[in-house]
């Protein structure tokens, strides 16, 4: 979901490439982890939708129970006027009817079903929590590992020193408007300046790397009881365990709203191009004006 790559062109070099010329820009350690990153947090977003249908609420605190008042749920309700049913999803006091979507939906058959989230978008496409939860725990050790080793080594090879880390100059106000203006009028990087990393693209990847991955792994672990035995603190620090339910959702949807800005830049700036540049590691350099 992320195409955090690390350019192998020194930009700064006096025979740097020109734009047009094809160049290496992200190493093999990279565009493995890319994809496999990309499978395992799709399989664990469907996986966790499922797990979700189980008590389609979200609360404040350690304790949370149909009684209780959550602050999102999902839901079908029926008019008592007409005696339908319609799908709602209300977050505090505002409700939204998601009627076909949400709450009341139709399965592959046509036959309704009142859960949080449609067949299409969870795993398995059936009812079932427990096999829900062996996928989810499962590509949850794979997004661990796979996170630990990814930040070692993009450690060692100095690629979070090199082309994630944030300067002064880079957080100052003025600077990040000018970056956010740029983006808004699709005026992307070409030649060399290409390889470079902008403040915008290391603060998210960044924020991705080092809070929203590590948040949903630690949040995970603050909702399992077993938690509570060797390291009761990691659930304490988040106010009760639906309190670190919510936070773990949160930082879900957090992540598909990067992962569909990512794809939209993608496509912005070429989607054959970035995407063979991570199959591949090749990427041709966009020409610069004039060029």
């Given amino acids: 979901m992320m195409s955090v790559g690390q350019p192998e062109c020194d930009s700064a070099a006096p025979d740097r490439p020109r734009g047009g010329a094809l160049v290496r820009r992200h190493r093999l350690s990279t565009r493995v982890w890319h994809w496999v990153n990309a499978v395992t947090l799709l399989v664990m977003l469907m996986s966790g939708l499922m797990i979700f249908n189980a008590h389609p609420r979200l609360y404040w605190g350690e304790y949370g129970a149909n009684f209780d008042e959550p602050w999102l749920k999902i839901g079908t309700l029926r008019n008592t006027r007409t005696g339908e049913d319609s799908g709602f999803l209300q977050v505090g006091s505002r409700r939204f009817d998601t009627t076909g979507v949400l709450g009341l939906w139709k399965d592959a058959e046509g036959r309704e079903r009142r859960h949080a989230f449609p067949y299409w978008a969870t795993i398995p496409s059936q009812y079932s929590l427990s096999v829900a939860r062996i996928w989810h725990l499962a590509f949850a050790w794979v997004l661990a590992l796979g996170l630990l080793f990814h930040l070692l080594w993009s450690l060692i090879n100095g690629h979070l020193r090199r082309d994630i880390?944030?300067?002064?100059?880079?957080?100052?106000?003025?600077?990040?408007?000018?970056?956010?203006?740029?983006?808004?009028?699709?005026?992307?990087?070409?030649?060399?300046?290409?390889?470079?990393?902008?403040?915008?693209?290391?603060?998210?990847?960044?924020?991705?790397?080092?809070?929203?991955?590590?948040?949903?792994?630690?949040?995970?672990?603050?909702?399992?009881?077993?938690?509570?035995?060797?390291?009761?603190?990691?659930?304490?620090?988040?106010?009760?365990?639906?309190?670190?339910?919510?936070?773990?959702?949160?930082?879900?949807?957090?992540?598909?709203?990067?992962?569909?800005?990512?794809?939209?830049?993608?496509?912005l700036a070429g989607p054959f191009n970035e995407v063979r540049a991570m199959i591949s590691g090749n990427y041709r350099l966009p020409k610069e004006k004039g060029e």
């Fill in 165 to 267: 880390h944030v300067t002064r100059a880079e957080w100052n106000p003025r600077h990040l408007w000018h970056e956010i203006w740029r983006h808004a009028r699709l005026r992307f990087p070409t030649g060399a300046a290409a390889l470079r990393y902008n403040s915008l693209q290391k603060l998210s990847y960044a924020g991705v790397l080092f809070i929203l991955l590590p948040l949903m792994i630690v949040t995970g672990l603050a909702m399992s009881p077993a938690t509570d035995a060797w390291a009761p603190i990691v659930t304490e620090a988040f106010g009760g365990r639906q309190s670190a339910r919510s936070v773990h959702f949160i930082a879900a949807f957090l992540l598909i709203a990067f992962f569909l800005v990512h794809i939209v830049m993608v496509v």
